[in-house]
């Protein structure tokens, strides 16, 4: 699956996501390719829960970083 693939990049290249998140990609970064045998050793449902948590406090982080500028807008 896409999440599989994604897991498997970031486990791949741990140095390469600000805070281990996969949304958090620092620029400029060259990614190591996984093979297909570590794709398939995350399993597609770890890796659909785990993908769906990094959004989750991905998205709250940014809400966070957010709110003052919304606030200071009213």
Do not use: T, Y
């Not at 281990?20 to 398939?40: C, H, Y």
């Not at 991905?58 to 500028?69: D, E, N, S, T, V």
Request: glycine content about 4%; cysteine-free; proline content about 3%.
């Amino acid at each position: 699956s896409v999440q599989q693939v994604m897991l498997a990049l970031q486990q791949n290249n741990e140095h390469a996501f600000i805070r281990g998140n996969i949304n958090r990609l620092k620029a400029g970064v060259e990614l190591s390719i996984p093979d297909s045998q570590m794709i398939r050793e995350i399993s597609a449902r770890e890796a659909i829960s785990e993908v769906a948590e990094q959004n989750k406090q991905w998205q709250g982080a940014k809400a966070i970083r957010l709110a003052p500028r919304f606030l200071a807008a009213l």
